[in-house]
């Protein structure tokens, strides 16, 4: 069992930066790979960024490379989202996700909630132009 909390929302203009922390309960944080999703009002839970078991491979949407950058610690079970030059379409619930790929991480892998066992409760991210 693992029990995800995010944390690091909030309201900041364009071109702006947040840092969002996502932090996890248990000692095989390390065995999961981990995931950043978001979702908008009236629209679907969508990837952002994902990150493997030891942080050595990670995937972007295009949308959000050179912008975001996502990182984890495994010694303080936590991965985080880095979000810098935000834009008024980055607004979005933002939740972190911890998912076993027993067969190893690809973006077209990644990028499906189906993959997922946990799922934080989510954090507010809003971006005023």
């Known amino acids: 069992q693992v029990q995800l909390v995010e944390s690091g929302g909030g309201l900041v203009q364009a071109g702006g930066s947040l840092r969002l922390s996502c932090a996890a309960s248990?000692?095989?944080?390390?065995?999961?790979?981990m995931a950043w999703f978001r979702q908008a009002p009236g629209k679907e839970r969508t990837f952002v960024a994902g990150i493997s078991w030891n942080g050595g491979t990670t995937y972007y949407v295009d949308s959000v490379k050179g912008r975001f950058t996502i990182s984890r610690d495994n010694a303080k079970n936590t991965v985080y989202l880095q979000m810098n030059s935000l834009k008024p379409e980055d607004t979005a619930v933002y939740y972190c996700?911890?998912?076993?790929?027993?067969?190893?991480?690809?973006?077209?892998?990644?990028?499906?909630?189906?993959?997922?066992?946990?799922w934080g409760q989510g954090t507010q991210v809003t971006v005023s132009s």
């Open positions: 248990g000692r095989t944080f390390i065995t999961y790979d």
């Open positions: 996700a911890a998912g076993q790929f027993m067969s190893g991480i690809t973006h077209t892998t990644m990028e499906q909630v189906r993959n997922y066992n946990y």
